[in-house]
């Protein structure tokens, strides 16, 4: 069971791990340099590959150090598939944004497996502790312990092992997730978790042996996905998968008070997806980065995670940061800046920080302004044949 509420700690306390650290600068430079290293025709050729040319992008883009539009900007008018792959971030975006948190629920009907003991907080043993024997598999859980980073297809088969093979509840698999990904994006994460394990797609995604082999340059055989695909879904949970764990996800924060702020300059409040030093960057304002306990109650973070946000915050001239609940920390100033007894208070929109009070700016999007309908598209299939650029 989680806790109420989570652990402090001093922020000295929080360091982020010299290998997530290296593979992920936190930084805005770091971001930007990798976008000019782009080679959108290798990507599109070798992104499935776990050695693929892919940009390594995403904790960038999922905490605001670089938007969606800046990316194809900077990439130029040729990004091709890498268009469309940074499309699906604006798409589980809307999602979020207009069903909230039903995202958590089975969009489209129930997870085809499902064992008699899952749980939203449980997974097999031996693939939290990287021991399935499975080369790639273990390979990649320890990459997103140690470096906060999965290649997007080493995850879809992290995915598909916990879903289809053990009958692991989804959210226990998004929930691992989340904890340690540097770029876990709440909706990114648990759509892209339904998308696999079929209740948020028209079919369950399965990865066999042949496939891992294939993209992660291993010559495994003899495994427990080494067998027809319909095996795979149908057939008995593996004795490797059947001793199952309840996940340990605790979170911490660090020892600070809620925020503080003169009522006399106007107040910019900041999230962890929205640490972009160039939004309004010559305001006289007050900066706050606002951590709300009660978030992080419900899905916990890792102590290199919440260390990389904040040594990324850094990069926000005169941000300081609060430990507090919007409800708390906001709604006073809201109301006292909209009946003119306080300066203005602003926050970028998110989907994450809906219930924030005061006005929002718009976060920038380069493909949802195309689509209008009021309720979530159902696919990104039909959310790309509305939005996607015309030649």
Known sequence: ????????????????????????????????????????????RTRNHLRGAVTRLSPYLTHGLVSVPEALAAVGPNAGKLAQELAWREFFQLV???????????????????????????LPAALV??????????????????EGYVHN??????????????????????????????????????????????????????????????????????????????????????????ETVDLDLPTVLPDLPAPDPDPTRPLLAYHPWGLDPTWRADDDAERWLLLEPS???????SRARLAWVLAAAKAVPGLQVGVADARDALAPRASAAAAGRAAPLVHRAHPAVAHWPGPSDPTPTAFRHRW???????????????????S
């Open 129 to 146: 502790a990287a021991r399935t024997g499975i080369d790639a598999v273990d390979a990649a859980v320890r990459a997103l312990v140690d």
């Open 295 to 301: 978030f992080f109650a419900r899905h916990p973070w």
């Open 153 to 242: 297809h080493a995850r879809m088969w992290l995915a598909s092992v916990a879903c289809h093979l053990a009958g692991a509840d989804w959210r226990a698999g998004a929930a691992w997730f989340q904890h340690h990904l540097l770029d876990g994006d709440l909706a990114s994460n648990a759509l892209s978790w339904q998308w696999v394990a079929g209740s948020g797609s028209s079919k369950p995604y399965l990865a066999d042996q042949a496939n891992l082999n294939r993209f992660a340059d291993t010559r495994q055989r003899g495994t427990f996905l080494d067998r027809p695909r319909e095996a795979l879904l149908d057939g008995p949970v593996p004795d490797a998968l059947r």
């Open 1 to 44: 069971m989680q806790p109420d509420h989570p652990t402090r700690v001093p922020v000295a306390g929080l360091a982020i791990p010299a290998a997530a650290s290296r593979a992920f600068p936190p930084d805005r430079a770091e971001a930007l340099a990798r976008l000019a290293a782009v080679d959108p025709a290798a990507y599109a």
């Open 372 to 390: 209008t309908a009021a309720a979530a598209p159902r696919s990104f299939s039909a959310f790309w044949s509305r939005v996607a650029p015309r």
């Open 96 to 122: 979020h944004e207009l069903e909230g948190a039903r995202i958590l629920r089975d969009r489209f009907g129930p997870q085809p497996r499902l064992a008699p003991n899952a749980g939203p907080r449980r």
